[in-house]
Every structure is written in structure tokens, then in C-alpha cells.
């Protein structure tokens, strides 16, 4: 197995290994949607034997403190890994290589929207612990799910903001 960033023509495994893990289309739709925005800011795959089992994905994300600044950092997902090939390990090794290398390039920070107990061996932390929230739940229903890791740094200095994904997100 080895671990690439994407190519052009990986769009249809891509597609496809994204509509057998998930129970809808969406998350097909949004990774669709935001390589046309040209907001995948890292895409990573996993293949085995010349083809595709695992995917993952870096976008943009915008922290707003409450003074006005925006922040930048990137969020983490869709990871997807063919249903055949979980439990090997792969997940984690698409994560740990996106964070790795995003974080030699200076970005700051990453968030997602997921499990605690799995993401927590990343050093991912409630986002609730540097006072943010995400902008798509505004009553805080998956306040433990969204949750952030440093890179370079914490931003912001413990400022309360509210992180925004891209807007491709807002079409799924």
C-alpha cells in the first residue's frame, strides 16, 4: 500500500470508494465540489495494488474572533477507506501524513467534525477548549464533535471565535 496525493484521473475511484463507505452521496458531492472551487487545499490517497482504498481531504477554514480577525487554518475530512480495507491502519496513516505535511508548510491549525475518542490519538481536543464553535451549529448539538489540533502554534490566544468551512459545504 502505498500513500500519494491525488492525481488527475483518481476521480472515479475517488467517487466511487466514497459512495460505498458512506450512506449518501454527500460527501462524493463534496469533495466533487470542492476540487471545482479549487478549495482542496490537501488531497491524499491510499492505494493498494493500483487502486484506490482510502481517500482524505484538507479545505479551508476560517476562524472569526470575536474583534473581527479571520484566522486561517484547514479542515480535515471526508477520510474515507473501502469498507474491505478497514481496520489495517490506513485511516490513520492518511491522517498522520496530512498533518505532517501541512504542518511543515506553517499552517496553523486543523478541525474537523468526528469522533472523540478515535481523533484524540491525533491530538485533536474539543474546539471548546480554545473557546470556539463552529459556525454550522450555532446550539452547539455537536459541540463535542467539533474539535481542533495546533500545528504551529494556537491561534487566536484563547480569543472566542467561530470557525467557518468553506462554502462548498453549504451545498451538501
Known amino acids: 500500500m502505498q500513500i500519494r ?3 488527475a484521473g483518481d476521480e472515479a475511484g475517488i467517487d466511487g470508494l466514497l459512495k460505498a463507505a458512506f450512506p449518501g452521496p454527500g460527501e462524493a458531492r ?3 465540489a470542492l476540487r471545482a472551487a479549487d478549495a ?11 487502486r484506490i ?9 476560517t476562524a472569526r474572533t470575536a474583534d473581527g ?14 469498507p474491505a480495507h478497514q481496520s489495517r ?3 490513520v496513516a492518511m491522517i498522520e501524513a496530512g498533518l505532517d505535511y501541512l504542518t511543515t508548510l506553517g499552517v496553523p491549525w486543523c478541525v ?26 450555532p446550539d452547539g448539538h455537536f ?10 502554534g494556537a491561534p487566536a490566544d484563547g480569543r472566542v471565535a467561530v470557525a467557518h468551512y468553506h462554502a462548498a459545504f453549504l451545498g451538501v
Open 143 to 152: 459541540a463535542s464533535a467539533f474539535q481542533v489540533k495546533a500545528l504551529n
Open 30 to 32: 463534496l469533495v466533487t
Open 89 to 91: 491502519g490506513i485511516g
Open 69 to 82: 480577525e479571520d484566522v486561517f487554518g484547514v479542515g480535515l475530512g471526508p477520510v474515507a477507506v473501502t
Open 112 to 137: 474537523l467534525l468526528g469522533e472523540p475518542d478515535y481523533y484524540a490519538r491525533f491530538g485533536f481536543v474539543p474546539a471548546a477548549t480554545w473557546n470556539w464553535s463552529w459556525a454550522g451549529d
Open 5 to 7: 496525493a491525488f492525481e
Open 40 to 50: 482542496d487545499t490537501l488531497e491524499l490517497v491510499a492505494e493498494d495494488h493500483g
Open 53 to 61: 482504498v482510502g481517500t482524505v481531504m484538507f479545505s479551508p477554514v
